[in-house]
């Protein structure tokens, strides 16, 4: 039982580059969400899907799109990159139910020069 | 709307010493409360949550909260600090069904 995987770990990227973080959980979680950490401003969130094929816009969703593929897989994608998306984004998932408590993945470490 | 507000950003305590870390919130319902934390490189992990069933909750590593609704608090302790407890700390708020806010965080420091 691997929990909530990210890939890649790391990624530079140029100005106006584009690309996709991957995400998956093998809990059957039902809820997952995107985050970007930036020092000094805690989590916030980027998108949400409550379910496979719903998804829904968090705080900060200017700048990225992202697909919920299956029940398992939740990626963001970054079409247009640019140095203020320079970050570290945690994807993250949540069981259904009357579980509120989010499971974290060990995040992506990205910077766009 | 509910919100969480972590007093302090930097704590620095001594090993072995109390460690206590702020956070007060704002919310309208009964809220369900959490705190994470979250080692250097890595993701959050839950370390305790509050959800109405006792108003003292202990979590995992030694840590325990108490909820104080007359105060809105619900600060993180531990009574003897070990140097692996040092880490960034996050309160969060439920906001909604599916949804969780999050404070700013507050970096744990232990000194030998």
């Known amino acids: 039982n691997a929990g909530v995987t990210q890939t890649p770990k790391f990624q530079v990227l140029k100005t106006g580059q584009s690309m996709t973080l991957q995400c998956a959980q093998d809990m059957n979680h039902n809820s997952m969400y995107w985050y970007r950490q930036d020092p000094g401003m805690g989590l916030r969130l980027i998108y949400y899907s409550a379910s496979e094929g719903t998804t829904d816009k968090g705080e900060v969703p200017n700048g990225y799109n992202v697909s919920r593929l299956n029940k398992r897989e939740f990626s963001l994608r970054l079409e247009s990159a640019a140095p203020s998306q320079t970050s570290v984004y945690f994807c993250a998932s949540r069981p259904s139910g009357g579980v509120y408590e989010q499971y974290f993945g060990p995040g992506t470490r990205l910077t766009v020069t | 709307a509910q919100s969480v507000t972590q007093l302090g950003s930097h704590v620095s305590v001594s090993e072995g010493a109390l460690v206590l870390l702020r956070c007060n919130y704002s919310s309208s319902v009964p809220p369900y409360l959490f705190w994470y934390v979250q080692y250097p490189n890595q993701g959050l992990q839950l370390l305790l949550k509050?959800?109405?069933?006792?108003?003292l909750v202990k979590g995992i590593n030694g840590f325990e909260a108490e909820f104080k609704k007359s105060e809105t608090s619900f600060h993180l302790t531990k009574p003897s600090a070990h140097m692996s407890d040092a880490a960034e700390y996050f309160c969060?708020?439920?906001?909604?069904?599916?949804?969780?806010?999050f404070g700013d965080g507050t970096t744990l420091t232990v000194k030998p």
């Open positions: 509050y959800t109405s069933a006792a108003t």
């Open positions: 969060a708020v439920k906001i909604s069904a599916g949804k969780s806010t």
